[in-house]
């Protein structure tokens, strides 16, 4: 993933096991009230890396979550994104300054 930070193209990398999975479900249909976007994750062993000084930021040995975006069909309308964390095993944050 590629982002800018005061004009500078940083990176975060996320590196997964084997044996993870994504399920992305993306409706073919919108209805009156719009359409939702649903992702599910059961990844294992997740080590997320910055391109800045201090590259570790987060580390996991299994993460299950489950995702979902409600998009409306009308434009500039509230937009609903929920994120539920099943289960974290061994979590570890690497916050710092930098990564602000």
Known sequence: ILFFREETTSSLNIDIANGSRILMQIPWTVTPQGFT??????????????????????????????????????WHHRQVWECDFFSVSKPT??????HV
């Not at 944050?93 to 930098?98: E, G």
């Open 93 to 98: 944050l690497h916050f710092v300054f930098d």
């Open 37 to 74: 976007t649903q992702i599910m994750c059961d990844l294992y062993k997740v080590e997320c890396q910055t391109s800045m000084d201090y590259r570790p930021l987060l580390e996991a040995e299994e993460v299950h979550a489950m995702f979902q975006f409600q998009y409306p069909r009308v």
